[in-house]
């Protein structure tokens, strides 16, 4: 047996290798042993690995593991109006740099695993609040919903003492994640709002199905190819031919559904 070479295996820095991050709401976060209370304290502690290994061209993944619950990015109980920062003009619930992270929820039932937030344009917001801006590229969701409950209620069957209804009944803008960054794959997953949804506006090179798409009452189902061009409200979901897709865009494919759904994109 070559005992120098497994010496030499011994001294390679942790950071070689894979690391999967836990979220678990009932335990107390501990991040010597990579257990985290909320999503945003180990979103945080991933995107702190996630840029070291990048300097170090570490190309492992960072995984964050999340237990059935609802987290709140954003604080619903906070009574302050969500602000852009300074030369920005989009407030944030979280302003995240990840490089080649999985972020997985704990169960085959995206319900049970929701990250949420509550606000919208003139509603707890100066401006369409967006839960999420990730800067970064090599991103894999799986297993999770993103929700923004402005204007839709909150129900979660595993536990209805988590149940909160909407802020409001005027629709407003209500935004999930605007991306800035390449490969972007989503299973699984739904996506929930009312106007302005962005699941994962602006990634690149990002192909993801749909089932069950209804953003707005009034928009009118359709079996097609839908390509998000780069973000902005006006183009954001524009139905096109499949020919207009093009290796820089993202390509959405969905399929007609009731009318009577709640709007949600539920992604597979």
Known sequence: MNYRFLFFLLLLPVSLCAQTLHVKPTQKTNVRKNVFRTVNEALRQAEKISQEKKLKGDTTWTTVSIAPS??????????????????????YGMKLKLDRVKIIGESSNPKDVILACQRGQTQGADGNFTMFHITGSDIEVENVTFGNYCNVDLVYP??????????????????????????????????????????????????????????????????TIIVALPFSPANHFMPLLPEAHSSMTATYIARPVEHNILPRLQVR
């Not at 299973?187 to 993801?208: D, Q, T, V, W, Y």
Request: charged share 20%.
């Open 70 to 91: 609802v987290y709140w990015i954003d604080d619903p109980n906070k009574q302050d109006i969500a602000r852009p920062l300074q030369g920005e003009n989009t407030p």
């Open 158 to 223: 595993k536990n209805p003492k988590l149940n909160r209804p909407r802020r409001a009944d005027a629709i407003v803008q209500a935004q999930l994640v605007i991306c800035d960054g390449d490969r972007y794959n989503a299973r699984n997953c739904e996506f929930i709002s009312r106007l302005n949804l962005c699941p994962f506006a602006g990634a690149k090179n990002s192909i993801i199905a749909i089932l069950n798409a209804l953003m707005m009452p009034s928009v009118v189902q359709v079996l």
